[in-house]
């Protein structure tokens, strides 16, 4: 391959709207094909180079890290169609999804019930409980988790 069909790390830069550091990076995580190097030490790639970053991006919309790219482009390195190891990630992605739901509706309930309680509390009540060193007297309520 000639340089003349290959393209600059900036080149690729501007189609993808990816910087050129973040090119660097993925290169460096190996979820880039190898590059070529000029005789001028400058990095070339091919023209593929640009599907592979915009897989790489479809994938992050996702949810997909970068280490479960790195995976299935492994799986498709080997010669293998890597959709069977997408739907297992996938479903890893929502059964995380799901346990973080609920952690936050149990949370959302806590802030209500203190929402709750706290909206019937006097002004004159916390005056007369506070301690000089609280910041807020309601807070100070609230049990300390270490």
């Known amino acids: 391959m000639t340089t ?9 830069a501007k189609r993808t709207g990816v910087s050129v550091a973040t090119l660097r990076y993925y290169e460096s995580l ?14 070339y790639y091919s023209s593929d180079t640009i599907q592979q970053v915009q897989f790489i991006k479809k994938a992050q919309t996702l949810g997909f890290s ?7 482009l492994e799986v498709r390195d080997h010669g293998e169609l ?26 959302k309930s ?8 706290w909206s019937t509390v006097l002004p004159t009540q916390v005056e007369s409980d506070t301690n000089e060193a609280e910041v807020c007297p309601l807070i100070a309520t609230v049990p300390f988790a270490a």
């Open 4 to 12: 003349a069909t290959l393209l600059k790390i900036g080149d690729i």
């Open 30 to 43: 190996n979820l880039l094909y190898p590059v070529e190097r000029g005789e001028n030490n400058y990095r």
């Open 66 to 72: 970068l280490e479960d790219i790195r995976r299935i």
């Open 82 to 107: 890597p959709c069977d190891l997408v739907q297992v990630l996938l479903q890893d992605k929502i059964n995380q999804l799901e346990t973080q739901i609920q952690q936050m509706i149990a949370f």
């Open 110 to 117: 806590e802030l209500e019930n203190y929402r709750d309680r």
